[in-house]
């Protein structure tokens, strides 16, 4: 009799543990898809070559190279780029007002004019030795 008891108690708690993970996981989806931006065609090609959301990625030559920039970069401040020459696609997956631009200087200084949000461009980096990510 203890057994069944116990059994039962253990099976009342483990079905009331299950209901609340799954409305704790229901809303925080639901928070969590209220809080992202509008997806746009732009972003939805480029997760398909390579760049996760948030990220500016480089990749060598004029395309996408299969999905497998050279570099990404998450963060906000001055990326160091390395050996790299000749024409590289840049893509700003980042969102909202975040930009990226190519620099001359390893520093993050003589930079050009920004990569927008969403969009890619193709960089001459013969002369570029870091990227610098910035907010407005």
């Given at each position: ?24 996981t ?6 969590q ?24 990625c480089?990749?060598?030559g ?16 001055v ?8 024409w ?5 997956n980042?969102?909202g ?10 520093n ?22 870091s ?6």
């Amino acid at each position: 009799m203890t057994s069944t008891r116990t059994r039962t108690r253990l099976t009342a708690v483990l079905a009331s543990l299950a209901l609340s993970l799954i409305t704790l996981t229901g809303l925080s989806s639901t928070a969590q898809a209220a809080e992202a931006p509008a997806a746009t065609s732009d972003d939805v090609t480029a997760s398909t070559h390579g760049c996760p959301r948030g990220a500016v990625c480089i990749y060598p030559g004029e395309g996408w190279n299969g999905g497998n920039p050279t570099y990404i970069f998450y963060s906000y401040g001055v990326h160091k780029v390395y050996d790299q020459w000749g024409w590289h696609r840049v893509f700003n997956n980042q969102y909202g007002r975040a930009y990226a631009s190519a620099c001359k200087n390893g520093n993050g200084t003589q930079c050009r004019l920004p990569v927008m949000p969403g969009t890619w461009s193709n960089v001459s980096m013969t002369l570029i030795n870091s990227f610098w990510l910035f907010t407005e």
